[in-house]
Nanobody, 125 residues
Framework: PLVQSGGGLVQTGGSLRISCAASGFRIGDHAMGWFRQAPGKEREGVSCSETSTGTTYYEPSVKGRFTVSSDTAENTVFLQMNDLRPEDTAIYYC????????????????????WGQGTQVTVSS
């Protein structure tokens, strides 16, 4: 399973971090993705990363503002979000997939095997 923590409410330009703690598998052996879902919208990819290769792909609107990192000793992946905007408001999910990363949204959401419980991020204007 994946257990998320962090997130919350912040003003425009602020920062938040979400943690995704994994158990039952090693994050270094799989693709780890972050997705988000805003009210009334479909779940969209934010990033896909592979610790083993050091590769991370970012959705264009978050590139340069969001950073994915990991702590293999803690088996945890982090999403650091800086310079947040109101349009970043969504529920954020981490996921694990056996399909390798080819883009920020590949694997597609249907190709992820397990998801975290979701974390609300709200950015006020």
């Amino acid at each position: 399973p994946l257990v998320q923590s962090g997130g919350g409410l912040v003003q425009t330009g602020g920062s938040l971090r979400i943690s995704c703690a994994a158990s039952g598998f090693r994050i270094g052996d799989h693709a780890m993705g972050w997705f988000r879902q805003a009210p009334g919208k479909e779940r969209e990819g934010v990033s896909c990363s592979e610790t083993s290769t050091g590769t991370t792909y970012y959705e264009p609107s978050v590139k340069g503002r969001f950073t994915v990192s990991s702590d293999t000793a803690e088996n945890t992946v982090f999403l650091q979000m800086n310079d947040l905007r109101p349009e970043d408001t969504a529920i954020y999910y981490c996921g694990v997939s056996t399909v390798i990363c080819r883009s920020y949204n590949q694997p597609t959401s249907s190709q992820y095997d397990h998801w975290g419980q979701g974390t609300q991020v709200t950015v006020s204007s």
